[in-house]
Nanobody, 121 residues
Framework: QVQLVESGGGLVQPGGSLRLACAAS????????MGWHRQAPGNQRELVAA???????DYAGSVKGRFTISRDNAKNTVYLQMNSLKPEDTAVYYC???????????????WGQGTQVTVSS
């Protein structure tokens, strides 16, 4: 049974920071490609950041340089450090266990429940 549980969301002012966590069970984050996605009302769910088992990372252009994806294999948890947050980052953030091909991430149908991130003054 694969289970992903996101946490760490909340309300933050523009320019602030948040650290999201995705605790996994039923799979090992060290052996799978993992990704963070987000969805705002009226928008499609979009890829924010991804990391493969080999450590390759990928970021959406809108967050590159501000967000960092990482994993702690001992805790079986994937993180998303979000700095310099902007109002347009407001969305529900979801964790996904996917797979990597040739150093690239591809999502699967395994999602967490999501955590709300709101950036507002």
């Amino acid at each position: 049974q694969v289970q992903l549980v996101e946490s760490g969301g909340g309300l933050v002012q523009p320019g602030g920071s948040l650290r999201l966590a995705c605790a996994a069970s039923g799979i090992s984050v060290s052996l799978n490609a993992m990704g963070w996605h987000r969805q705002a009302p009226g928008n499609q769910r979009e890829l924010v950041a991804a990391i493969t088992s080999g450590g390759s990372t990928d970021y959406a252009g809108s967050v590159k340089g501000r967000f960092t994806i990482s994993r702690d294999n001992a805790k079986n948890t994937v993180y998303l450090q979000m700095n310099s947050l902007k109002p347009e980052d407001t969305a529900v953030y979801y964790c996904n266990v996917g797979f990597g091909v040739s150093g690239r991430y591809y999502p699967s149908g395994s999602w967490g429940q999501g955590t709300q991130v709101t950036v507002s003054s």
